[in-house]
């Protein structure tokens, strides 16, 4: 079964502009999670999609958001881009069901200069 | 405020020895604790989890061992082996107030080196 996969790998873009990160989630999961990892702040959730919902928000500004699509595939969005929001940023994908266990893909190496 | 903590950033053992991570929690509404490894430039790998229900899962060569009452838990890998070298996330969650949605709160991370 594969697992779970992110594109693009790598990203570089300048303050100002917005991104959109992608995530294919292992087949038949329906839940897809997303993280942001930093030096300063570690792993943080950003957000949770179920079924095409977001289900669970994290701490983060409306600058952050998401969407997903009927395949479970999701998107992620980061509109005005900040030097700060320079990260690793990750999907995890599941059942959805309580006591699940969240698989991780690659992550996206977002650079903003 | 961190709700999970992982207050050895680092932890060095010799190869065959056991390595013991610890972890910590303040929120005694998390029911279900997993630990991932993670090399760097790279996703966490899950590794093994237990619930709050349990107060030891075993495989393999990973045991995690859970104490309610003191809102600890432990990942024990024996033996050591070169291979383990990775940071290693302990993280928990907790059902949202929707009762159905679930978020993971990672640990800081603790850097294992296995020394051959």
């Known amino acids: 079964k594969a697992g779970v996969t992110q594109t693009p790998r790598y990203l570089i873009k300048t303050r100002g502009q917005q991104v959109t990160l992608s995530c294919s989630p292992i087949?038949?999961?329906?839940?897809v999670s997303w993280y942001q990892q930093t030096p300063g702040q570690g792993l943080q959730f950003l957000f949770e999609?179920?079924?095409?919902?977001?289900?669970n928000k994290g701490n983060f500004p409306g600058r952050f958001s998401g969407r997903q699509f009927s395949n479970s595939r999701s998107e992620m969005n980061v509109s005005t881009l900040e030097l700060g929001d320079s990260a690793l940023y990750l999907c995890?994908?599941?059942?959805?069901?309580?006591?699940?266990?969240?698989?991780f893909g690659p992550g996206t190496r977002l650079t903003v200069l | 405020d961190q709700q999970v903590k992982q207050n050895s950033p680092s932890l060095s053992v010799q190869e065959g020895r056991i390595s013991i991570l610890n972890c910590d929690y303040t929120?005694?509404?998390?029911?279900?604790f997993l630990w991932y490894k993670k090399y760097p430039a790279e996703g966490p790998t899950f590794l093994i989890s237990?619930?709050?229900?349990?107060d030891k899962n075993e495989d393999g060569r990973f045991t995690v061992f859970l104490n309610k009452s003191a809102k600890h838990l432990s990942l024990h890998i024996v033996p050591s082996q070169p291979g383990d070298s990775a940071v290693y996330f302990c993280?928990?969650?907790?059902?949202?107030?929707?009762?159905?949605?679930?978020?993971?709160?990672f640990g800081s991370g603790t850097q294992l080196t296995v020394l051959p």
């Open positions: 993280a928990a969650s907790a059902r949202t107030s929707s009762g159905s949605a679930r978020q993971l709160t």
């Open positions: 087949s038949g999961h329906r839940s």
């Open positions: 237990i619930s709050s229900i349990k």
């Open positions: 999609y179920f079924s095409e919902t977001q289900r």
């Open positions: 929120n005694s509404m998390f029911d279900y």
């Open positions: 995890a994908s599941s059942h959805g069901l309580a006591g699940d266990t969240q698989y």
